[in-house]
């Protein structure tokens, strides 16, 4: 594999000392964790909040690489397969962000990185200052509860809803059945300022037309035969917080156009009432449906297509994120009751669960999974436990056929043992990011499996 190109260099002087501190000082009123770096990557300087969140007793960061820090690598995050905010803001001379998975003191967290150049008064990029938030609602560690993950994709889709998290922009959800569209939501409800508020679903698909109404707008005494007494709806109690629709695409058009009339004014009445009420929610809605398609054919207004579509989020199929199965297999196995046996699933049979495509994502992994334990009674779950389909979907191919049949190994290389993989490498003709995509790997990936065998810096 080619050379990757080299680190970066500093362009001009490095701030004074006298700089550097009253910089720090000014960080130090900062609650969010900073750090200050120099063109080559080197931490000149970091405060409290930064210290107390990231920092390992005995270890200081200062003179050391932030790679190295963060990420545990011995190259730049380009270099490994990552997007670089510090390579970008030198070229561009302005403000990068990026998600980055990166080591803590409490092991691997998803952390959003903002790195902004500092110029000197000719203009060139002196220094960098780096500021870092922990994201709460996801992990890419094994978890019981929540959104896993660590796959580019699943990354990428937990990137943007950061980005829009802190507007009150409508954010639209888009998936196939089963990729977690309520975890999304509720991740993207406690990373808002809206956090503290309700966060109230709504089924879209669950009501008759009759029923839609009065349960999203509520009702007031007499309304109908049985309104007893006066009822809020979903409207008033996500006041303050979230409003998921699920399923947008099973609204009733006789119902879109009161839904239309509730997000453009923000205004709304009881069924059966007079007073005019004004909604104070966020509003995120998800479906399977191709809502865009559906617009071409009558079956859903377009101005409340472009209204709930003003910040869409592609949420990805499982088979796009298969380097998230092994993590994902084991935080659904961690849901085991306390005192229960403990269950793993063996190489082979995570070798196949990784090969297979998944139609119904992590909802019908889960389920194969909960199956699969009903039959492993020595706790390890292997091919004799798992479904037909995920049998017959799976390919079985040992490390030795698939060395043999290069340059198309079969994906992903979790399954190949170390020498395999070695092989593969040293045989391997073309550049780092073309073997990646050959094994069906992130390149962030293959390089950390790379550096594990010593062949990171492999040519």
């Known amino acids: 594999m080619p050379r990757t190109r080299p680190p970066l260099r500093p362009t001009a002087a490095l701030p004074s000392p006298d700089e550097l501190n009253?910089?720090?000082?000014?960080?130090?009123?900062?609650?969010?964790?900073?750090?200050?770096?120099?063109?080559?990557?080197?931490?000149?300087?970091?405060?409290?909040?930064?210290?107390?969140?990231?920092?390992?007793?005995?270890?200081?960061?200062?003179?050391?690489?932030?790679?190295?820090?963060?990420?545990?690598?011995?190259?730049?995050?380009?270099q490994a397969g990552e997007h670089c905010p510090m390579r970008h803001a030198?070229?561009?001379?302005?403000?990068?962000?990026?998600?980055?998975?990166?080591?803590?003191?409490?092991?691997?967290?998803?952390?959003?990185?903002?790195?902004?150049?500092?110029?000197?008064?000719?203009?060139?990029?002196?220094?960098?200052?780096?500021r870092l938030s922990t994201l709460r609602s996801a992990s890419p560690q094994v978890r019981a509860d929540g959104l896993v993950g660590h796959s580019s994709a699943f990354t990428q889709a937990l990137a943007a809803l950061q980005r829009v998290a802190p507007s009150?922009?409508?954010?639209?959800l888009l998936g196939e059945s089963g990729t977690g569209k309520d975890l999304f939501a509720r991740a993207l409800h406690e990373a808002s300022e809206r956090a503290h508020g309700p966060f109230v679903t709504v089924d879209c698909s669950g009501f008759t037309e009759t029923l839609f109404e009065s349960e999203l707008f509520g009702y007031e005494k007499g309304a109908f035969t049985g309104a007893t007494q006066r009822k809020k709806g979903l409207v008033e109690t996500a006041t303050g917080g979230t409003l998921f629709l699920d399923e947008m695409g099973d609204v009733p058009l006789s119902m879109q156009v009161k839904l239309l009339r509730l997000i453009e004014s923000g205004t709304f009445r009881r069924v059966g009432g007079i007073e005019t009420l004004r909604a104070d929610f966020r509003l995120v809605a998800?479906?399977?449906?191709?809502?865009?398609?559906?617009?071409?054919?009558?079956?859903?207004?377009?101005?409340?297509?472009?209204?709930?579509?003003?910040?869409?989020?592609?949420?990805?199929?499982?088979?796009?994120?298969a380097d998230d199965i092994p993590l994902l297999v084991e935080s659904i196995l961690a849901r085991s009751p306390a005192g229960s046996l403990r269950y793993r699933v063996d190489a082979e049979a995570?070798?196949?669960?990784?090969?297979?495509?998944?139609?119904?994502?992590?909802?019908?992994?889960?389920?194969?999974?909960?199956?699969?334990?009903?039959?492993?009674?020595?706790?390890?779950?292997?091919?004799?436990?798992?479904?037909?389909?995920?049998?017959?979907?799976?390919?079985?191919?040992?490390?030795?056929?698939?060395?043999?049949?290069?340059?198309?190994?079969?994906?992903?290389?979790?399954?190949?043992?170390?020498?395999?993989?070695?092989?593969?490498?040293?045989?391997?003709?073309?550049?780092?990011?073309?073997?990646?995509?050959?094994?069906?790997?992130?390149?962030?990936?293959?390089?950390?499996?790379?550096?594990?065998?010593?062949?990171?810096?492999?040519?």
């Open 22 to 78: 009253a910089l720090l000082s000014f960080l130090e009123h900062d609650p969010a964790p900073m750090m200050v770096l120099d063109p080559a990557y080197n931490i000149l300087a970091a405060n409290t909040a930064y210290r107390r969140q990231f920092g390992v007793a005995d270890a200081s960061p200062l003179g050391r690489k932030c790679y190295e820090v963060s990420h545990h690598y011995d190259v730049p995050c380009d």
């Open 90 to 130: 030198l070229e561009r001379r302005r403000a990068d962000r990026v998600l980055h998975i990166h080591h803590t003191p409490r092991g691997l967290e998803h952390v959003d990185v903002e790195l902004r150049p500092i110029q000197d008064h000719q203009g060139q990029v002196i220094a960098f200052v780096e």
């Open 168 to 172: 009150n922009l409508p954010v639209l």
């Open 286 to 321: 998800a479906t399977h449906k191709p809502l865009a398609r559906m617009v071409e054919q009558g079956q859903f207004r377009q101005d409340l297509y472009y209204r709930i579509n003003a910040f869409p989020v592609h949420l990805p199929a499982l088979r796009e994120r």
């Open 350 to 459: 995570l070798r196949c669960m990784q090969q297979y495509a998944w139609p119904g994502n992590i909802r019908e992994l889960r389920n194969v999974i909960d199956r699969a334990r009903l039959f492993a009674d020595d706790g390890v779950i292997g091919l004799a436990h798992l479904p037909p389909d995920t049998l017959q979907s799976g390919t079985h191919t040992s490390p030795s056929a698939a060395t043999a049949a290069l340059p198309a190994p079969p994906p992903p290389a979790a399954g190949q043992t170390s020498d395999a993989l070695r092989e593969l490498a040293t045989r391997f003709q073309g550049s780092r990011k073309d073997l990646a995509r050959q094994l069906g790997l992130s390149e962030r990936t293959l390089y950390r499996r790379l550096k594990e065998l010593g062949l990171a810096g492999q040519p």
